[in-house]
């Protein structure tokens, strides 16, 4: 975060035209509250929230192992994981004036 | 399925907060249905199923190379391609191009605005991108003849209302990506400078962005001062997933090397694992001694490893799967500001607030 400007919160800047709301707990909704476009916002948001229950998704116990296997499939290559044979990583290699 | 306002209804005279009223219900109904769904897939923890897997040792991870020659604050920094050139922008405006092996610098530009907040490599490695204060990101064309004066050839390709927080190349030079100050992210055609697509749903400063890796096809992540991250759909310009669980500003995401996750880095002091394709943060990566914001995070090669920068001069390495931090890195003398991996994974690349960027490997 930048301490300029305070990190101003822009709110009125622009009309919010797609409302990305979030569950499980906190249902956070920024709404521009005058009476013609609260009802559009709330039409996009219905949209929206239409969109998002439509996605189709797979059980976390999957998705772990995937995440899983993919680090343990691409280990070998992961230099900074395992480390490179001496001399073949270019940053490790000791340059011709020393430093200290 | 419900049409919230009906030709017929039209002509009779329902009264507005009726609408109103039924689409509010409509819109909690949804909302609970979602958070069903997605609770009956909570089967388990991420690092329950990485229990079996083996633990990782020590990690000698040293300061191999340090930049000096900005003079102020560095905030953004990118690898070139080629694995050896870096990118990095700075508070006093200077957009200097570096040989990370030698630490030579190569290119020096000074932008007519201070903060340069964001910087990126254009993937052919001829071009720099940079913006901040100015509101606008500005193509540089990198040019082997080193009395040429690269500012002579600046392009402006991106405006915003705001300011500039972070920018990318997409697959090609042609494109570029940003986020501003200005709550918008934003698709830009850089040889005409025209506006390709713009991206609306944040309710705040949008910080930060990162391109999903390219087989995983046209979308991109950003996070944002309204603790969200959302991922968009590149062509379309929709919002198609939104993930809200930090606490506070969200300044770096990044996507999984697989593009099945991402990672985030908040001033809440949490980085973060979300999963795509369950559709929920699956890790949080926390300490109760670690009480700094995050500035920027980034995966190593096979994703096993997530960098992160703070505020409190650090660099955390944590254990994607297993949720443990394995090693705290040393050597900054105030924030750390950016970090990246370089692109074969072989080192890593810091920028901070004491003017100096440090390759680790």
């Avoid at chain 1, 797609?18 to 569950?23: D, E, K, Q």
């Avoid at chain 2, 490893?305 to 001069?313: I, K, S, V």
Wanted: charged share 20%; net charge neutral.
């Amino acid at each position: 975060t930048y301490n300029f400007y305070g990190k101003i919160q822009i709110l009125t800047h622009f009309s919010v035209s797609m409302l990305c709301v979030w569950r499980p707990a906190h249902f956070f909704m920024l709404v521009n509250m005058t009476s013609n476009s609260s009802l559009s916002n709330m039409r996009r948001l219905v949209e929206q929230l239409k969109l998002e229950a439509s996605v189709e998704r797979i059980k976390i116990s999957q998705a772990a192992a995937e995440l899983q296997q993919y680090c343990l499939q691409n280990a070998s290559k992961d230099a900074l994981l395992v480390g490179v044979p001496t001399g073949s990583n270019p940053f490790r290699e000791p340059r011709s004036c020393a430093v200290v | 399925m419900r049409s919230p306002l009906s030709p017929e209804m039209a002509t009779q005279e329902v009264p507005l907060n009726e609408t109103l009223a039924h689409l509010k219900t409509e819109s909690e109904t949804l909302k609970l249905k979602l958070e069903e769904e997605r609770a009956k897939l909570h089967d388990v923890e991420l690092h329950q199923v990485a229990e079996k897997v083996e633990g990782l040792g020590q990690f000698v991870m040293k300061t191999r190379r340090t930049l000096k020659g900005h003079g102020n604050k560095v905030l953004c920094m990118d690898w070139c391609k080629d694995k050896r050139r870096i990118v990095s922008s700075s508070q006093d405006g200077k957009v200097i191009v570096w040989d990370a092996f030698t630490t030579n610098k190569e290119h020096a530009v000074t932008m007519p605005c201070t903060w340069v907040m964001a910087c990126a490599y254009a993937p052919s490695g001829c071009a720099v991108a940079c913006g901040g204060l100015d509101n606008k990101c500005s193509v540089y064309p990198l040019s082997l003849d080193k009395n040429e004066n690269l500012a002579a050839k600046k392009k402006s390709v991106a405006m915003h209302t705001n300011y500039l927080s972070a920018c990318s190349f997409t697959n090609s030079d042609m494109q570029i990506l940003t986020s501003s100050g200005d709550g918008t992210c934003a698709l830009w055609d850089v040889e005409s400078g025209q506006l390709l697509q713009s991206f609306h749903g944040h309710a705040a400063d949008v910080l930060c962005l990162d391109l999903a890796p390219s087989e995983t096809g046209n979308t991109f992540v950003s996070g944002g001062c309204d603790k969200k991250a959302n991922v968009w759909d590149m062509r379309s310009g929709q919002c198609i997933q939104s993930f809200e669980t930090h606490e506070s500003d969200i300044n770096s995401v990044r996507y999984y090397p697989s593009g099945d996750a991402f990672a985030s880095g908040s001033d809440d002091a949490t980085c973060r694992l979300y999963d795509l394709r369950a559709d929920r943060e699956v890790a949080i990566y926390s300490k109760e001694s670690i009480i700094f914001g995050v500035s920027s995070v980034d995966f190593s090669l096979s994703g096993r490893l997530l960098f992160g920068g703070y505020n409190d001069y650090t660099i955390n390495v944590w254990d994607v799967l297993k949720g443990t931090r394995v090693s705290i890195l040393f050597g900054h003398e105030n924030r750390v500001s950016t970090l990246r991996v370089s692109p074969d994974g072989t080192a890593f690349c810091t920028g901070s607030w004491d003017h100096t960027l440090r390759i680790w490997a």
